[in-house]
């Protein structure tokens, strides 16, 4: 939350226009204040018919969530918070990808404009972008289809961008990575608007990589190396219990495999350990 008695002055969204200058001319951006939850929002708008990258964003969400339901706690004008809506040209039993696809824009925006802090960017699977070990980024990617198609997809994105260390929120369990912000790990603010436009622009080029077999192998090719889960020990929680092994690699549709001395599974869902050295 802010200080007693500090103000921040509403982000003006359209500069995030000004920044894609006519790249994506689907985008529209739908901005308020304060929202409940951009992704409720969103859901309720792609319901209702609104097009494919329909982008809604706030300054403060008052109900904000992420994966398995947990909430999502901003400060108003300091962190970068959007849903977009996705209509995906894509079989309904890849739709775990786009998940990928947003932590890997997001990774690389970070890499792009803060080359100093690069090497310390990686995604823990399936999509949380890490700096240095730490929380910087969380993403909550939701369907809706018939049969085997998608009718639309919702991606959730939280990045926190300008909050200082004592803003941040504190651990709520000892096995998830602690928080940091773009401000924290690089000394620098941001603006908000330009980080949405990057993002989005590299959401709009990699949403293109999933949509063809050859293509869903280029874009798992890339994206391992970024995960900083592959290689790593780990222990994957699910609601049927653990399990524990070497995270080795990704499929064609996204599932993490892991291995152990005894068997080899693969999993669609589950909250990520990663064994602390």
Same mark, same amino acid.
């Given at each position: 939350m802010?200080?007693?008695?500090?103000?921040?002055?509403?982000?003006?969204?359209?500069?995030?226009?000004?920044?894609?200058?006519?790249?994506?001319?689907?985008?529209?951006?739908?901005?308020?204040?304060?929202?409940?939850?951009?992704?409720?929002?969103?859901?309720d708008?792609?319901?209702?018919g609104?097009?494919?990258?329909?982008?809604?964003?706030t300054?403060?969400?008052?109900?904000?969530?992420?994966?398995?339901?947990?909430?999502?706690?901003?400060?108003?004008?300091?962190?970068?918070?959007?849903s977009?809506?996705?209509?995906?040209d894509?079989?309904?039993?890849?739709?775990?990808?786009?998940?990928?696809?947003?932590?890997?824009?997001?990774?690389?925006?970070?890499?792009? =404009?803060?080359r &100093?802090? %690069?090497?310390? #960017?990686?995604?823990?699977?399936?999509?949380? +972008?890490?700096?240095? /070990?730490r929380? @910087?980024?969380?993403?909550?990617?939701?369907?809706?289809?018939?049969?085997?198609?998608?009718?639309?997809?919702?991606?959730?994105?939280?990045?926190?961008?300008?909050?200082?260390?004592?803003?941040?929120?504190?651990?709520?369990?000892?096995?998830?990575?602690?928080?940091?912000?773009?401000?924290?790990?690089?000394?620098?603010?941001?603006?908000?608007?330009?980080?949405l436009?990057?993002?989005?622009?590299?959401?709009?080029?990699?949403?293109?990589?999933i949509?063809?077999?050859?293509?869903?192998?280029?874009?798992?090719?890339?994206?391992?190396?970024?995960?900083?889960?592959i290689?790593?020990?780990?222990?994957?929680?699910?609601?049927?219990?653990?399990?524990?092994?070497?995270?080795?690699? =990704?499929?064609? &549709?996204? %599932?993490?495999? #892991?291995?152990?001395?005894?068997?080899?599974? +693969?999993?669609?869902? /589950?909250?990520? @350990?990663?064994?602390?050295?």
């Amino acid at each position: 939350m802010l200080r007693p008695n500090e103000k921040y002055e509403p982000t003006d969204w359209s500069e995030t226009m000004k920044f894609l200058s006519g790249t994506l001319p689907e985008i529209t951006i739908n901005s308020e204040p304060e929202m409940s939850s951009t992704q409720t929002v969103a859901k309720d708008a792609a319901r209702n018919g609104r097009p494919r990258w329909s982008v809604y964003v706030t300054d403060f969400q008052s109900a904000g969530r992420g994966r398995r339901d947990r909430s999502w706690q901003s400060v108003p004008g300091r962190d970068l918070t959007f849903s977009v809506i996705l209509r995906p040209d894509v079989e309904a039993k890849y739709a775990q990808l786009l998940g990928l696809v947003a932590s890997l824009s997001v990774s690389r925006t970070i890499r792009r =404009i803060s080359r &100093d802090i %690069a090497d310390e #960017v990686s995604i823990k699977w399936p999509n949380d +972008v890490l700096i240095g /070990g730490r929380k @910087v980024c969380g993403i909550i990617c939701e369907i809706s289809g018939r049969d085997a198609a998608i009718d639309y997809a919702v991606l959730g994105i939280g990045v926190n961008v300008n909050r200082t260390l004592d803003e941040l929120p504190r651990l709520d369990s000892p096995d998830r990575p602690n928080a940091t912000s773009l401000l924290v790990e690089s000394g620098r603010r941001f603006g908000l608007p330009s980080l949405l436009g990057g993002i989005l622009t590299e959401l709009s080029g990699m949403s293109g990589l999933i949509t063809t077999d050859e293509n869903r192998r280029l874009f798992i090719a890339e994206y391992e190396p970024n995960c900083g889960t592959i290689g790593k020990r780990v222990k994957i929680v699910t609601d049927d219990g653990g399990f524990e092994g070497t995270a080795s690699g =990704i499929t064609r &549709d996204g %599932a993490l495999i #892991v291995r152990n001395e005894a068997e080899e599974r +693969v999993f669609y869902v /589950g909250d990520v @350990v990663h064994a602390r050295l």
